[in-house]
């Protein structure tokens, strides 16, 4: 009696095997990376004034930094948030910028000039306003 369940048991462990292998593989979250065009270039426009406005005297207009303030464009830029999110630079940014009043850029700021920051390290546009929201890490988009 026991060689028959354990028959059973194989035969249907077999068909288990067998059933599985012939469905699709899930299919595997792509994860965005500012490759893929998260700005538009209207967004970038305001970023750029909004930069000069807030963050150049600092970082200084061509945003290659200066004695107070790192880089943002080039490899002060990729260098220090490769591999990083946006949202992990979003949050950065309000939580000790402008350095005089950190936290004081409004939500639209942030991601216009983080959106300006993009598009002056050669990041394609795309068709989708940046929107990161610093209350929820949401949709991870890589920097590269």
């Known amino acids: 009696m ?3 369940i354990t028959r059973r048991f194989a035969l ?3 068909a288990a095997t067998v059933v ?3 469905l699709p593989a899930p299919a595997v979250a792509q ?8 700005y538009t270039d209207a967004q970038a426009t ?3 004034a ?3 406005a807030q963050c150049a005297a600092c970082h200084a207009t061509n945003l290659f930094g200066g004695e107070m303030a790192p880089g943002l464009k080039g490899s002060g830029f990729t260098g220090g948030w490769s591999g990083a999110t946006l949202w992990e630079l979003a949050d950065f940014t309000n939580a000790t ?3 005089d009043a950190p936290g004081r850029l409004t939500a639209q700021e942030l991601n216009d000039i983080i959106a300006y920051i993009l598009r002056e390290n050669d990041y394609p546009e795309g068709a989708e306003e940046l ?3 610093l209350a929820n890490q949401g949709d991870p988009i890589r920097i590269e």
Do not use: C, H, K, W
Request: hydrophobic fraction near 45%; glycine fraction near 6%; charged fraction near 25%.
């Open 2 to 4: 026991s060689v028959s």
């Open 12 to 14: 249907v462990l077999f």
């Open 20 to 22: 599985a292998a012939a």
């Open 31 to 38: 994860e965005r990376t500012v490759n893929d065009g998260v």
């Open 46 to 48: 305001r970023g750029r």
């Open 50 to 52: 909004a930069y000069r």
């Open 97 to 99: 910028m402008p350095q």
């Open 131 to 133: 929107a990161i929201d």
